[in-house]
């Protein structure tokens, strides 16, 4: 009897310790699959592209300053060397000094200096103008274990790597494998999934390159979530098997 006993709380003692060992967390490295040597594609570059109510500075330059201040606008909305700003109204336009209305949602940044530039050009306004359109208040929103906030989108071309590397990265209790992407298109709001530990999904992903207005959420990780919950990480602390063994094995002594 005692032989068994023994072995028996051997066993429940091997049982606590395998089910309370530490384990390597596997979804936190990023790019896992990335080993060296290894080539990606990487989804084509998607420049930003602009959408109704977005805000951006515009400002002429030329040899003549008294030509290129024709098309500054006189109001509060100018900043000098910075350019003047123009909000696009819900037809995709903006009013612009001595050009009138311009379309300008749809295009990027380089499309939309060169069709400004070539409008000058064509009335005799300006032989050689400069022209430089900038962002003004283009952001993405994040969310969740990234940390909350607005980032101002400062290039052509913004990543997701981009924003979370502005959030100082994610912490540990981030969930990298589903880091979700919710995008809007004409009324129409889309989310997306990418796997930060998969290079492969990752640089493939239609959301790697961000747009204005994209909102990014990352999720807590199992652990985190279950630490909101009445027992919380209770479960899977050594401390309540070997509790748990306790009990059952001195259960059993009784009742033999």
């Known amino acids: 009897m005692k032989k068994a006993y023994s072995l028996l709380v051997v066993a429940m003692m091997a049982v606590i310790a395998l089910l309370s060992s530490c384990s390597v967390p596997k979804d936190v490295a990023y790019f896992q699959d990335f080993n ?8 084509n570059p998607v420049e930003i592209k602009f ?3 977005d ?5 002429v330059s030329s040899d ?4 290129a201040e024709q098309f500054s ?20 336009c903006i009013r612009f ?17 060169e069709a400004i530039r070539d409008q000058i050009m064509e009335k005799g306004l300006i032989r050689d103008p400069i022209v430089t359109v900038d962002y003004s208040n283009l952001y993405v929103i994040v969310l969740g274990a990234a940390g909350a906030g607005r980032l101002k989108i400062d290039r052509d071309k913004f990543t997701i790597l981009d924003a979370i590397g502005s959030q100082g990265d994610l912490d540990i209790s981030g969930q990298r494998t589903n880091v979700k992407v919710i995008r809007e298109n004409y009324g129409k709001k889309t989310v997306y999934e990418v796997n930060l530990c998969s290079a492969e999904d990752l ?3 239609p959301v790697y390159y961000l747009q204005q207005n994209d909102v990014i959420y990352v999720e807590m990780n199992k652990k985190e979530k279950r630490n909101a919950t009445v027992m919380g ?3 899977v602390q050594p401390s309540f098997w070997i509790g748990l063994a306790t009990f059952i094995v001195g259960a059993i002594a009784w009742f033999k």
């Open 64 to 67: 003549r300053k008294e030509l």
């Open 73 to 92: 606008l006189t109001t509060g909305t100018t900043t000098g060397s910075e350019g003047s700003r123009y909000t696009i109204d819900s037809e995709g």
């Open 97 to 113: 000094p001595m050009l009138g209305k311009i379309h300008v949602a749809g295009l990027n940044r380089q499309e939309l200096q």
């Open 233 to 235: 990480n209770s479960t």
């Open 36 to 43: 060296p040597g290894k080539s990606i594609v990487v989804q």
């Open 55 to 59: 805000e951006i500075r515009i400002f």
């Open 51 to 53: 959408k109704a109510d």
């Open 203 to 205: 640089y493939s992903s």
